[in-house]
């Protein structure tokens, strides 16, 4: 019985850790689009997350109280020419800096783990608004990290990386985004954790009501593939599911600035954290 509370701990701890620094449900109207060969973006997110809750599949939840503030810069920069002469590819990056508190626990301040990789554009049809990318994110366990305070550590302490394919399509005002992730986790060597493999579904559908102002419903799905491992010990019943639904409000500063407010509302969570999470995006076309 002390080992499996010591187990339940641990998940609960675990489901917090890195949550400023996950790229999950992170997508605007427009993302999936191309631009010309040496193009480059400058977006920059300020996060805040509001956790009160963590809701196992069985049994009631249970109060964590969990704030999360979080400034992400991210470059994307578009390669001068074309790979074969026709596909347009790039590199991209991500470089979190957050605060965690939760109640009784003490809080952490600093860098988390850096993100990068590269992108390619499979299909690409100006005439119709169409694009199909896949995107490379390889999430790299430099954030802070203390084994002895697990729930509001910065980092994760493990090599994660995410396969992304990404869709768009924008006929007239109306506008769809939507990305499918495989999340592929490796093991932390610290705690001895073996996170389970991940999938994600992302998509935003959005109209502009006028020139300059757009909105958009969004709603993102995440779904643990396996049970989570801990010391080698397989603890059963422990995946993940996620839903999440929001509002994302966007308006062009200028031909080279655009904002974008999001606010997403856990609808539905079982072996994962609950509440809400809201950002403000500034995106810098060069």
Request: aromatic letters at 18%; a negative charge.
């Amino acid at each position: 019985m002390k080992k499996l509370l010591f187990f339940m701990v641990l998940i609960v701890a675990i489901s917090l850790m890195s949550l400023p620094m996950s790229r999950a449900d992170v997508i605007d109207p427009f993302d999936n689009i191309s631009a010309p060969p040496g193009a480059f973006a400058l977006g920059v997110y300020f996060n805040y997350q509001h956790l009160p809750e963590y809701s196992p599949k069985h049994g009631s939840d249970v109060g964590i109280h969990v704030d999360v503030s979080a400034l992400a810069i991210r470059p994307v920069y578009f390669f001068p020419k074309k790979l074969f002469g026709k596909l347009s590819w790039g590199a991209n990056a991500i470089i979190p800096f957050a605060h965690v508190s939760m109640d009784n626990e003490e809080n952490h301040s600093g860098i988390g783990d850096i993100i990068f990789g590269p992108f390619i554009f499979l299909y690409e049809n100006q005439k119709a608004n169409v694009y199909l990318s896949f995107w490379e994110f390889v999430q790299a366990p430099t954030g802070q990290y203390d084994r002895n305070t697990p729930d509001t550590n910065i980092g994760y302490d493990a090599w994660w990386f995410e396969h992304e394919l990404a869709f768009g399509w924008y006929p007239g005002r109306f506008g769809i985004d939507a990305n499918l992730n495989y999340w592929q986790k490796l093991e932390s060597d610290k705690l001895n954790i073996d996170y389970p493999d991940a999938l994600e579904f992302e998509t935003v559908v959005h109209y502009g009501i006028t020139e300059k102002f757009r909105v958009g419903i969004n709603f993102a799905g995440w779904w643990d593939l396996d049970d989570m491992e801990i010391d080698n010990v397989t603890i059963p019943d422990t995946k993940g599911t996620n839903y999440k639904l929001g509002l994302n409000l966007g308006y062009n500063l200028s031909k080279n600035i655009i904002l974008n407010l999001r606010t997403m509302y856990d609808v539905k969570s079982d072996n994962y954290t609950k509440g809400w999470w809201s950002y403000l995006r500034i995106l810098y076309l060069f």
